[in-house]
């Protein structure tokens, strides 16, 4: 393929790209009214004669819930020791990273109001919990 089919095919692909995040945005403020999706995403791939090649990093994708007073975020970490895993909060978003022996695990998700400092985790049989208590949650005596 030559390189101008390439640039050509690209610039399709990111008006594609840019109609449907626009149709989404649409949908969203208007009130979101039927099917929405739970998880938005896309990774293009080049053939062999990309330039540079980037380590991939593995995208989970998160279950949020809701239990009584608590938040519980479950995901997918599997042969990551605990050590390795970091998270961030930014606002109403945890952002969950993971590296071993070259794998590179990645996950974002967006949280319902909830107290940052009451983190707890547990990392059992490959699948990490994360659990902050939900901010209107009722005071305990």
């Known amino acids: 393929m030559s390189t101008h089919a390439r640039d050509s095919d690209e610039q399709e692909i990111e008006a594609l790209v840019r109609e449907l995040i626009g149709r989404l945005m649409e949908n969203r403020q208007a009130g979101g009214q039927g099917r929405m999706p739970i998880a938005i995403g896309f990774k293009i791939f080049y053939g062999p004669e990309a330039e540079e090649e980037t380590p991939e990093v593995i995208e989970q994708v998160p279950e949020v819930s809701r239990i009584e007073d608590k938040v519980v975020v479950v995901t997918e970490a599997p042969g990551i020791a605990p050590e390795n895993i970091r998270m961030g909060m930014t606002g109403r978003t945890l952002q969950i990273f993971a590296e071993?022996?070259?794998?590179?695990?990645?996950?974002?998700?967006?949280?319902?109001?909830?107290?940052?400092?009451?983190?707890?985790?547990?990392?059992?049989?490959?699948?990490l919990e994360v659990v902050l208590d939900a901010a209107d949650a009722p005071a305990q005596s």
């Open 100 to 127: 071993e022996d070259g794998r590179r695990y990645h996950t974002t998700a967006p949280l319902p109001p909830c107290d940052p400092g009451s983190v707890k985790t547990r990392l059992k049989h490959g699948i």
